[in-house]
């Protein structure tokens, strides 16, 4: 029996102010780190912001492992193993002294997330360090990752982002089993946003999440992303992949009203910073390559400004 799926014996619970600290620490991970979710937790209720903050210090956590590049793929495989035995043992009742785990343990209590969500999280981003197969093996390039279809990185962007909406609802409150599938959509298009806009910057850590079918429909191949492409031939290319963003950002919109009130204005402001980003992406016409395409604080502020007005009315 793996200790993720052990009966839990004795649940352990941190001091008040261990979990001060714990969520402090979160909190400090996620303002300096998280530079598009940070400003939609602002608008949520203390303790619901705290949980976001813990979820995304872990989340944080997993990527840094995974982007680890002074590691080679198996060390952070292991890492990454490592890290979650950490989170399985503190959910079975085992004391932790990581701020991380204590926070994101009593979140988890506090809002019911499923443990296997967050395992989900973890296996997502153990996707991006995953040894060559024989079904999938390490194209010559020296690619770590890269897709077949759209429907392989659907797949992928479940675990890294789909779930991420699921695990937000649980913490925002919904009652009706509807909002998942529209937390699910939500999250892809947020991921697809990311995939879009990073382009440049995966590529040159080996994984190109483009799928090889969308690349070949234009006559492109991996190769056609690195260095300095052409932007004006991969255009088509991301407007493809912009076009089903879009319409998954509908899904958000359609969110909004199943979760609870006091969360309503944090998804909104989620959902319109990052579909405004998208936008953006679209008016420099999809160049992507020349420098990274971001939102300036002053816009987020915008779209804070309208969150905080629709938390107030």
Known sequence: MSVGTQQVLVPWTPAPAQLTMAYSVCRGITRAKAKNFYYAFLVLPKRK????????????????????????????????DNWLDALHRAQQGQPSDDPIVMALTDAQR????????LDDLALGTAMDVAEATVENPAPESGLTVRYA???DLKTYCYHVASVVGLVCIHIFGYRDPAAESLAEQC????????IIRDVKEDAAMGRVYIPQEDLAQFGLTDADLFSAPDASRIRPLLELEASRARELYQAG??????????SQPALWVLVNIYRRLLDKIAQRQYDVFSGKVTLGVGEKLRILGKGFFQRLT
């Open 49 to 80: 912001r705290e949980a976001l903050c813990a979820v995304y210090a872990f989340m944080r956590r997993c990527d840094d492992i995974a982007d680890d590049t002074s590691l080679g793929l198996p060390e952070r495989r292991q890492k990454l």
């Open 110 to 117: 506090r809002y019911n997330i499923p443990a296997g969500l």
């Open 149 to 151: 279809t759209f429907e």
């Open 187 to 194: 999250g892809l298009a947020f991921q697809l946003t990311n």
């Open 253 to 262: 919109d359609e969110l909004i009203p199943y979760i609870s009130e006091d």
